[in-house]
């Protein structure tokens, strides 16, 4: 097993998980089996509590496992299949090492950080590493491990330990080492000076610590001088070849090429004897494949002009990152059609009654991004906070024919909607949002557990089966008339009220998909209408640059004015529509 760890200094959020990620891109373009484990060094067991807003997306595996936001690049970066103990946490390890003291394992040992839970640790990144995470079923042949944070938090101190020993563990030619700096301009912008002191710090203090990194990093907002370059290679006494410019791009699709032109992967196959890997032929040719799609896919929204502007109805607004499989799936979808997409955030809070804002602007801001959307998506989430700025976005939608996709809540909430305005169910609500309201179209599921919060969701991958009678879904044609349930990433605790599906269906709302049993809704749409689709899962989880989710594929298309063209092409196999001018 060959291990690649992308650490990083002076700030946190450089970019780690995005250069981790670029990394086995290129590792897998050169015919590897590639597989990532990212270390959150909180005491948390998962992210599943954690607040959108503070901490980000909560991403989910197929198996379940609430994790954070970075293994969602991974899996659409490397179009792998990652499991919950590809994410570890203080919380886990300790519990582990814990539960294990309890049964007597250590033989009335005193158990200490070092050396067990830092074996611990080890053991854990040993053993996850070598799960299949591809079609292939084949064991991986390097493992990405981003340590998170940055190096000198105390909390980080076991891990930066473990992973030190990790590297003796692995053998000469079997470890190397990327860390991620922060190289700032003073004064901000052109003309300002590249200060290289931070990151000389950033290298003194990992080498203390234990690790002493074989490539340096450099996120800078400008492309690096060759003077700056020279400079940290020589106060850090390194060559200059490993020292990695990163600058802004235009789009993190670039970063992989970015990297390669710097010579990324004759470095890291030097570095890690790659030369002595098996690669059987025809891997080694779907890796130039799939960096030939990719370069065409991310060199060709270079040249694109159209844009198709979205307007993402949230409560987590204020932090992007919330939000990030969500806007990741509508590029995906973006560089299908060759287009651009304009995400328009929208607190949905603001949508709601103007006497009860502060500034009055902010309702008609609001309002006029919702109107002038090509399309309109409301997301999942949680809480009563914004929910009615939610239902009246969804109105909106539904009576002006306007492109809807809801997620989650958003499927929730347009069911309310509906029952509330078509259905004439005046007082339907929800169990969470509406406790007091006696019709209640969305209810708690049975086997939730009220009490105890984390994981105990529906959590993970389930199927989705198309019913009867619903081949004129415009969701359904996108998937063609020889699939009959698809599978999807679920996180909810409510559901449709079982007991009122025969009402809403009566109204007119088409339950397209149901569960296994049929009794749990999965999919509703409005059949006539150019685009009105919920859905319970969440389908951004499976959206790949490469692959994209047919159910924001669908929604994009059809706010671009182009779905009946998407569909004919998904169906015959078409990679992308249209041609990028260049």
């Given at each position: 097993m060959k291990y690649v760890l992308v650490s990083g200094g002076v700030i946190s959020g450089v970019g780690k998980g995005i250069i981790a990620s670029s990394t086995g891109l290129l590792l897998k373009s050169m015919g590897l089996t590639v597989s990532s484990i990212k270390i959150d060094p909180y005491i948390n067991i998962d992210?599943?509590?954690?607040?959108?807003?503070?901490?980000?997306?909560?991403?989910?595996?197929?198996?379940?496992?609430?994790?954070?936001?970075?293994?969602?690049?991974?899996?659409?970066?490397?179009?792998?299949t990652l499991t919950r103990d590809h994410n570890i946490t203080t919380g886990k390890i300790y519990e582990h090492v814990i539960t294990k003291e309890r049964i007597g394992h250590y033989l009335g040992k005193t158990v200490q950080v070092v050396p067990h839970v830092t074996n611990a640790i080890q053991d854990w990144i040993e053993r996850v590493a070598k799960i299949p995470v591809d079609e292939s079923r084949a064991e991986p042949d390097v493992c990405i491990?981003?340590?998170?944070?940055?190096?000198?938090?105390?909390?980080?101190?076991?891990?930066?330990?473990?992973?030190?020993?990790?590297?003796?563990?692995?053998?000469k030619g079997n470890f190397a080492h990327i860390h991620v700096s922060y190289v700032p301009v003073l004064p901000p912008g052109p003309g300002g000076e590249q200060k290289t002191k931070p990151t000389q710090r950033a290298i003194s203090d990992v080498r203390s610590a234990g690790l002493n990194p074989d490539l340096i990093a450099c996120r800078c907002e400008l492309p690096l001088e060759d003077s700056t370059i020279q400079k940290i290679a020589n106060m850090c006494s390194m060559d200059t070849k490993q020292v990695i410019a990163v600058h802004n791009v235009t789009t993190t699709y670039h970063v992989p090429?970015?990297?390669?032109?710097?010579?990324?992967?004759?470095?890291?196959?030097?570095?890690l004897n790659l030369s002595s890997v098996h690669r059987p032929v025809e891997r080694v040719e779907q890796g130039k494949l799939m960096w030939k799609d990719w370069c065409e896919l991310a060199r060709g929204q270079d040249h694109v002009h159209d844009v198709v502007k979205i307007a993402l109805?949230?409560?987590?607004?204020?932090?992007?990152?919330?939000?990030?499989s969500v806007s990741k799936a509508l590029e995906h979808a973006a560089m299908y059609t060759h287009r651009k997409v304009e995400v328009i955030w929208v607190d949905s809070s603001h949508l709601e009654d103007e006497a009860q804002l502060n500034s009055p602007t902010e309702f008609h801001?609001?309002?006029?991004?919702?109107?002038?959307?090509?399309?309109?998506?409301?997301?999942g989430g949680f809480g009563t906070r914004g929910c009615e700025g939610m239902i009246k976005a969804i109105t909106w939608a539904r009576t002006n024919k306007k492109p809807f996709l809801g997620v989650c809540l958003g499927m929730q909430l347009s069911v309310i909607e509906y029952a509330r305005n078509v259905a004439g169910i005046k007082d339907a609500g929800s169990e969470e949002l509406h406790p007091t309201a006696e019709n209640h179209v969305i209810v708690y599921m049975p086997e939730v557990n009220k009490d105890k919060l984390g994981g105990t969701m529906r959590l993970g991958k389930y199927p989705c089966i198309f019913q009867e009678g619903?081949?004129?879904s415009k969701l359904r044609a996108l998937y063609g008339p020889s699939v009959s349930q698809i599978s999807e990433r679920h996180r909810h605790r409510y559901e449709v009220n079982p007991e009122l599906v025969g009402t809403l269906e009566k109204a007119g709302l088409t339950f397209v998909a149901k569960d296994e049993k049929g009794e749990r809704?999965?999919?509703?749409?409005?059949?006539?209408?150019?685009?009105?689709?919920?859905?319970?899962?969440?389908?951004?989880?499976?959206?790949?640059?490469?692959?994209?989710?047919?159910t924001f594929l669908g929604f994009f298309a059809a706010a671009a004015g182009c779905l009946e063209e998407v569909t004919k092409a998904v169906n015959n196999g078409q990679r992308s529509i249209g041609k990028s001018e260049q």
């Open positions: 992210a599943g509590t954690m607040s959108p807003i503070e901490h980000g997306e909560v991403y989910v595996t197929d198996d379940g496992g609430e994790m954070d936001l970075d293994l969602g690049n991974y899996e659409r970066y490397l179009l792998t491990i981003e340590l998170g944070g940055t190096v000198g938090d105390i909390e980080s101190a076991p891990f930066i330990h473990a992973v030190s020993q990790l590297q003796r563990r692995a053998g090429m970015l990297l390669e032109k710097q010579q990324l992967s004759n470095i890291m196959s030097e570095l109805v949230g409560k987590y607004t204020s932090l992007k990152d919330a939000y990030i801001k609001a309002w006029h991004n919702v109107c002038i959307a090509d399309g309109i998506l409301v997301p619903t081949e004129s809704m999965e999919v509703i749409e409005i059949l006539d209408h150019p685009w009105f689709v919920g859905v319970q899962p969440h389908p951004e989880y499976l959206s790949r640059v490469l692959s994209p989710s047919k």
